[in-house]
Every structure is written in C-alpha cells, then in structure tokens.
DNA sequence: CTACTATAAAAGGTTG
DNA sequence: CAACCTTTTATAGTAG
C-alpha cells in the first residue's frame, strides 16, 4: 500500500466532455467562516462544540424508475451527461448540496451540514420530481454514507515525531505529496488526516458519535506519546 | 486567484 | 474482478 498504483498525476478533467465552465464556486459563500454556527445549534451553546461537520454524504430511494432525459427537464439547471457519469446531478444553492439522480431509483446526497439540511434536499428534489409528474417515494429511508468534520487540537503538531510514534501501520505521511498525515484509526473505522496546525480532519464516519471516539482515541495516543499538550 | 496533491463514501456505467 | 468516472467538504502544501 506504499505506493499507489493509481496515479491520478494528470487529470483528465480537460478530456472529451467540455464541462461548459464547470464550477461556479466562488461566489456567495464569501463570509462562510466568520460567522460561527449562529443557527446550527441554538441550544448547543459554545462549550464542547468542537466537532464542525464540515460535509455529509447519503444514500436514500427517491423514486422507482428515473427517465433522467425526463429529470433533466423537470429539474432546471441539472447537469447530465450520461457519457460521463451516469448519475444527474443537480444542485440546490438554498441548501448548497448537490444530489446525484440515477435512473435505477437511488439518489446521493452531498454537501449538507445537518442531517435536516440532507432531508430538506431530499424533500425539496422529490416535490419538484412529484410536480413534474414523476412517481417519488413519499418517506424515503435515508442513509448517512460518511461525515467528514474538523477538529482543532489547539496544539501546533510534529507530525514527523508522530510518523515515528504512531507507527507505520497507521500513518502514512508523505509532506512532499501532501501536508496532511493520514492517520487510520481501527475500531471507529475513520480516517484522520493531522495537519502542523493541529486541525483534524476526520472522514469516513458513519455517524457522528465515530468522529468523537475517533477524536478521542487520537488524543489519547498523542498524549501517550507525548505529543499533545 | 485557480487547480492540483490526499481522505472517505454512495450511486451505476465503462474500461482494462 | 478492480479501478476509474462525478459530487461534496474541511485541511495545507506546491505550481501556474
């Protein structure tokens, strides 16, 4: 596993499909990050809020059989391009989540923040597809597919002394490929990538109560190690 | 500034 | 069979 045999040195984003001018990120999103969750959790007050759930991914059954042709229509904006990817990806800007619609009956929900941002996704996409006259299934069972959060550890990290100290079955560190150290933690099954900074990244979460166990066993072998405040 | 490097995960279609 | 395509997101390096 030392090396990749993937590769991806050259994208071929640039290939046949012209995405007609691709992503359009930079816009509203200017302030994100100034203004710390003031409607996320009113009732979580400041205190151990650490964990910011940074992007959730999930799986649910929109609809029985989907002409994407037909959803691409119904939906404005939706992207499809079947020679590319066989999924319709459309994108809610209230929300800023973006669902990808595949004719076999499942869909994919990406981007949202809160498990109330996903549902809302989902239930806004499926009244449009019901208005457009397309069967949808009234309470789809949605399924949280992986969390990624951030942590700050509030501590500068030596992630050389924690590559040695941690062990190379669980880190890979390779700052001339990227800054980030990739720790595994086994029994959550998540990943965490360190960063000099002390921010956490943590992926792979099924569920929120992952990222917290896995948060809490990485502090507690960096603190065995003594390489944690 | 943009875009790439790495991480996880689902979907389904294609290619090797 | 595996690996890639696409979408999202934080993180932080480098290159252009």
């Known amino acids: 596993m030392s090396e990749k045999p993937k590769t991806k040195t050259e994208k071929p984003k640039a290939k046949a499909v012209p995405k007609a001018k691709a992503k359009p990120k930079a816009k509203a999103v200017s302030k994100a990050k100034v203004e710390p969750n003031s409607k996320v ?12 759930i940074e992007n959730i991914v999930a799986s649910t059954t929109l609809a029985e059989k989907l002409d994407l042709n037909q959803v691409a229509l119904a939906l404005d904006g939706a992207e499809y391009e079947p020679e ?27 981007g949202a923040k809160t498990i109330e941002s996903v549902k809302k996704t989902i239930k806004t996409v499926s009244k449009k597809l019901e208005m457009a006259g397309l069967s949808v299934i009234k309470d789809p069972i949605i399924t949280v597919q992986n969390i990624v959060a951030v942590y700050d550890l509030k501590n500068d990290l030596n992630l050389n002394a924690i590559a040695i100290t941690l062990g190379l079955e669980r880190v890979e560190y390779e700052p001339e ?25 943590c992926t792979g979460a099924k569920k ?4 917290e166990t896995g948060v809490e066993t990485l502090k507690k072998e960096l603190r065995a190690a003594g390489l944690l405040h």
């Open 41 to 52: 959790e009113p009732k979580a007050k400041a205190e151990k809020q650490k964990i910011s």
């Open 84 to 110: 590319q990817f066989p999924g319709l990806v459309y994108r809610l800007k209230e929300e800023r989540t973006a669902i990808l619609l595949f004719r076999s009956e499942k869909a994919n929900c990406t």
């Open 177 to 201: 490929q990227f800054p980030g150290l990739v720790y595994r933690v086994a029994d959550p099954k998540v990943v965490m990538l360190l960063f000099g900074s002390g921010k956490v990244v």
């Open 208 to 211: 929120v109560d992952d990222i």
